[in-house]
């Protein structure tokens, strides 16, 4: 039976593949089952050229193609369409395939999947179909009409407070219980416009404003926090330190007085800061980090397994928590690699006697997985997307009745 497309809004797929008779056979799948438009290419030329005139929702890449090959591809769309969303496409056997995978998604590149040559006709309609065709991207024509911010813009938002925490609930992986909070930015531009933060992180840093973004920040989530009483006294929020704060002598004098005015104990505080910061920082690390323990605030390195910090820096430096990155989280089940990936990080932080939180968690069938391998706890849109203030306990309320029930990721509202 044909799907039925959103209305404003339809798969629009290009195919590339070196054999026509490959790609006409795709194409012939793909009009069969009602998935989408289609089109089919089998040079790198025309594919981009087709690329900036037609504005594809997908691609279909073989990863064997002559002159540039597949790798060299995903490498071009990554700077030229890094909104679109690809599905691999080879002959070359899976291990092949993992590792394309791997370098897209570190390229930044949305993968949905991957077909192994022959192609099947149920597999293709799996992997373009296991998202609908709304589904909340915003397409490259829009991208490039959005108005540029300034720092002027982003000074002015501090400002007036319309930059503010959003809540992201963190959930235990085996009880499925919450057990915390990761406050998470987001600019809040007139009523229904929610900025997320990579459209005005650069100018942030180029205006020198991150310190006013991390004070600004931290004020607001601890204060409602503080107010949280009727989720008890067992549950943490987590703060995100940017790397510039982490020079600031003030900012954990700054952190222990609202604690201690807003009757907060530290030991439930977390204070996350990015691995790529850890390196960067080492000197000044080691001195904040140590202080903040010692007064009694919980420390996590965030996006670890990205690429970054080296086992004698984790070691040496006194974390209480490994958030994984979540493109360690997804390539667990994408790949046999991948798995055993996520599971020597979980495995590493329980013989370091730290905490593993796993980032990114989309669906059941991850969070068994991480569950199975004994992490503690996970975060990501299978649990909820990060949450205004005054709707966390509506979600709470909804979690809590729902573990009794078969369990469905809500829709996104927040980007």
């Known amino acids: 039976m044909p799907l039925e497309a959103t209305p404003g809004q339809t798969r629009r797929i290009l195919i590339l593949d070196d054999d026509a008779l490959v790609g006409q056979t795709i194409q012939m799948m793909i009009e069969e089952q009602g998935i989408g438009e289609s089109r089919v290419l089998s040079t ?211 952190l222990v007085g609202r604690c201690k005015a807003l009757e907060l104990d530290p030991t439930r505080i977390v204070l996350e800061v990015s691995e790529s910061a850890v390196m960067s920082e080492p000197k000044e690390a080691v001195g904040l980090f140590t202080r903040a323990r010692a007064r009694g605030f919980e420390l996590s390195v965030d996006d670890f397994g990205s690429g970054y910090a080296s086992l004698a820096q984790l070691v040496r430096l006194p974390f209480s928590e490994l958030k994984i990155d979540q493109g360690v989280v997804r390539a667990a089940t994408q790949s046999r690699q991948g798995e055993l990936l996520l599971s020597t990080i979980v495995d590493l932080a329980a013989n370091l006697q730290m905490r593993a939180t796993a980032e990114g968690v989309e669906d059941a069938v991850t969070c068994e997985l991480l569950a199975s391998m004994g992490c503690s706890c996970a975060q990501g849109f299978f649990f909820s997307e990060a949450l205004p203030a005054d709707e966390v306990t509506g979600w709470a309320e909804r979690w809590e009745a729902s573990q009794s029930l078969p369990w469905e990721s809500p829709p996104l509202r927040y980007g």
């Open 44 to 254: 790198s030329d025309e594919f981009f050229a087709v690329l900036g005139e037609w504005e594809p929702s997908h691609a279909i890449l073989d990863l064997a193609m002559p002159g540039m090959d597949g790798v060299q591809i995903i490498r071009e769309l990554s700077e030229r369409a890094p909104d679109i969303r690809i599905v691999l496409l080879s002959g070359l056997g899976q291990r092949v395939i993992d590792s394309a995978r791997i370098y897209a998604r570190e390229r930044g590149l949305h993968v949905d999947g991957a077909l192994e040559k022959p192609v099947s006709s149920a597999r293709l309609r799996q992997v373009l179909c296991s998202l609908p065709a709304d589904d909340g991207l915003i397409p490259i024509a829009e991208l490039s009409s959005q108005p540029d911010i300034s720092v002027a813009d982003i000074r002015g938002a501090l400002s007036r407070g319309e930059i503010e925490p959003f809540y992201q609930p963190r959930v235990n992986c085996a009880t499925r219980s919450l057990v915390g909070f990761e406050a998470l930015a987001r600019w809040r531009r007139g009523e229904q416009d929610i900025v997320m933060p990579p459209r005005f992180l650069d100018q942030l840093e180029s205006g020198g404003l991150m310190d006013q973004l991390t004070e600004s920040m931290a004020e607001q989530a601890l204060r409602w926090f503080s107010g949280q009483s009727s989720f008890g006294s067992g549950l943490t929020l987590s703060l995100n330190i940017a790397r510039e704060s982490l020079r600031s002598e003030a900012l954990l004098e700054q």
